[in-house]
């Protein structure tokens, strides 16, 4: 995926009832991926999206985490971290695969398949704006954020 291409659209689980990307249209979404709940890296991303929920908000921004997780672990990791991030359940994979962060990995010296942490900002219009593949989470809330209002 590459800015200015239409962001595939999907409809998936989250644990307040399924959630239809196209039906987000006429604001911005954030839609980031990340490997697993309630391990240190993805709990902090999604802290830290949160922490920042209300200048999301603002900026008539949704975000919303995708992973591998299902519905019910997605609904206890967000009220164990009270999280203000809609979570996506992608079971089956599809939602990864269409936007091309379900990739080899390698983790010392074991290679396997995985989520590599990516995350897609997508304007009003459908369209990926910006792309951020191999995230590092340290500071990527916060420089998604300056993106987003630069959108506008």
């Known amino acids: 995926m590459t800015p200015g291409d239409i962001a595939p659209d999907f409809t998936a689980a989250t644990p307040d009832g399924p959630l239809t990307l196209s039906a987000l249209r006429g604001g911005p979404v954030v839609l980031y991926f990340y490997p697993k709940d309630d391990t240190p890296a993805c709990t902090q991303e999604a802290r830290d999206f949160s922490d920042l929920a209300a200048e999301f908000a603002a900026a008539g921004a949704r975000v919303i985490g995708v992973s ?81 209002r630069a959108l506008a």
């Not at 290679?111 to 593949?133: C, H, K, M, N």
Request: proline share 1%.
């Open 68 to 148: 591998k997780d299902s519905a019910a672990k997605h609904g206890r990791f967000a009220a164990k971290h009270a999280l203000a991030v809609t979570l996506v359940s992608d079971e089956g994979g599809d939602i990864c695969e269409r936007y091309g962060v379900w990739a080899e990995k390698t983790l010392y010296g074991k290679t396997y398949l995985g989520i590599v942490r990516s995350t897609f900002l997508i304007d009003a219009e459908g369209r990926i704006a910006q792309v951020w593949p191999k995230v590092s989470v340290k500071g990527h809330a916060e420089a998604v954020l300056a993106a987003l």
